[in-house]
């Protein structure tokens, strides 16, 4: 539980991340990328032992 936040290089042009649920709960587990503190892509999943996904042009 709680957040993690990673910086990337500003000269980044896209922009990955992949996360996965530790656990079998119903619990959403959410990744947003943020451009100059605005969301740019965001994706969520509340599946047991889910995996989010995203990938952004930055």
Same mark, same amino acid.
């Given at each position: 539980?709680?957040?993690?936040v990673?910086e990337v290089?500003? #000269?980044?042009? &896209? /922009?990955?991340?992949?996360a ?9 587990? @959410?990744?947003? %990328?943020?451009? #100059?503190?605005n &969301? /740019?892509k965001?994706?969520?999943t ?8 995203? @990938?952004?042009d %930055?």
């Open positions: 539980m709680g957040e993690k990673v290089d500003s #000269d980044a042009n &896209v /922009v990955s991340a992949n996965q649920k530790e656990d079998g709960s119903g619990s959403k587990l @959410t990744i947003q %990328v943020l451009e #100059d503190g &969301v /740019v965001e994706t969520s509340t599946a047991e032992y889910g995996v989010a996904q995203v @990938t952004a %930055v």
